[in-house]
């Protein structure tokens, strides 16, 4: 393919409360065995883009770790592969990465050293399918200078994203970022299509302004200057960087035609696979309209839940419209309802916790073997 790929993978949320504690929304399980990066990873390697970095920074140890080898993307190659840059000091810079602009900029040699002429730009926290050669193909037949991949919201706010506005051409001629009050449902997915040499341009003079931020300084200030248009896409995208946007996103999963799009029809969404028996599910023990990982041990009742791997499950526990990420174990007589069970947690027995007024997030800090 004619394009590289650039991943943004090192912001944080506020909205995500204590989830991004320890890691980054880059990194936050999906679906029982995936990472939301593992979307936009698999859509690079399933369009043929041979060459991509992800740009990290906030607490990025586990994503690190998660991209550690890159075969499980097919990304272990002589010519291009998998690029993981963090923010690093140099003698010309010390700075984090001060925003998306700024990320790209500091990393600038390395666009520079390639050589394809077309870079596709995507967000580690959106969840979807998408063949980027068609909208790389758009963008050629437009003459566009920037395609934004669009798409209409609708069970979200969408004040959270870019609104756009497009005409009959679908040239955007309105782009707010988070605005306060939105007149459109047209939203940008994260996902933007550029050639190299002008990214290279514009980031530099955005650098050279102090301007630090990918749309606000780039895409929404030149908009009447730049050719930018609107790719429209009709399939599912959705981005987890809220608690109930996650929760949210998890539970779309239990719907089965969610679930044969992302993991029966063809291409299909890879992850870095751990080696974990498939779960068991003892006497006694009921699940219902639930995904469940492998590593798990069943004991009690599960019903319309998902249950992230490694976890156990004691006697007499119920689970109800809740998500266990990893590693969690839950102690005999233990109630879950309406909540999201942080990851290596230790639930003691005879527990009880529900979530009245929205989802309630579960962090217990304890040590798993000193109970």
């Not at 991949?149 to 069970?155: L, P």
Request: aromatic share 12%.
């Amino acid at each position: 393919m004619r394009a590289l790929g650039i991943i943004l993978a090192g912001g944080n949320s506020s909205k995500m409360r204590e989830l991004s504690n320890k890691r980054a929304i880059a990194a936050m399980p999906v679906a029982g065995s995936y990472r939301s990066i593992d979307f936009a990873l698999s859509s690079m390697t399933n369009s043929h883009v041979q060459k991509v970095a992800v740009l990290t920074q906030y607490n990025a140890r586990s994503l690190n770790e998660h991209l550690m080898s890159s075969k499980w993307w097919d990304f272990g190659r002589k010519q291009g592969g998998l690029y993981v840059f963090t923010p690093t000091v140099t003698a010309d810079n010390s700075w984090w990465y001060r925003g998306t602009a700024d990320a790209i900029y500091q990393n600038l040699k390395w666009l520079k050293n390639s050589h394809e002429p077309y870079v596709i730009i995507a967000s580690g926290d959106g969840v979807y399918k998408m063949d980027y050669n068609k909208v790389l193909e758009y963008h050629i037949a437009k003459r566009a200078d920037v395609t934004i991949v669009c798409t209409e919201c609708r069970d979200d706010d969408p004040s959270r994203f870019g609104v756009l506005k497009m005409n009959e051409d679908y040239r955007i001629e309105e782009f707010e970022e988070k605005p306060m009050v939105s007149s459109s449902n047209l939203i940008s997915t994260g996902i933007y299509v550029i050639r190299r040499r002008q990214l290279i341009e514009l980031v530099e003079r955005c650098a050279q302004e102090d301007r630090h931020d990918l749309v606000k300084d780039i895409f929404i200030r030149y908009k009447n200057l730049k050719r930018i248009y609107g790719y429209k896409i009709d399939t599912y995208w959705s981005n987890i960087a809220t608690v109930e946007s996650y929760y949210k996103t998890n539970m779309d999963f239990l719907k089965p035609e969610v679930r044969d799009y992302f993991f029966s029809q063809y291409p299909g969404v890879y992850s870095k696979i751990d080696d974990l028996p498939p779960a068991k599910y003892n006497p006694g023990s009921s699940v219902k309209n639930s995904l469940i990982a492998s590593g798990c041990i069943i004991n009690g009742q599960i019903e319309n839940s998902v249950i992230f791997k490694d976890v156990y499950v004691g006697n007499n526990c119920v689970i109800k419209n809740s998500i266990v990420l990893n590693n969690v174990y839950l102690g005999d007589n233990t109630h879950i309802e309406n909540c999201i069970v942080e990851s290596r947690d230790t639930i003691r027995a005879n527990s009880y916790h529900c979530g009245e007024d929205g989802i309630k997030i579960v962090v217990e800090k304890n040590e798993r073997y000193a109970i």
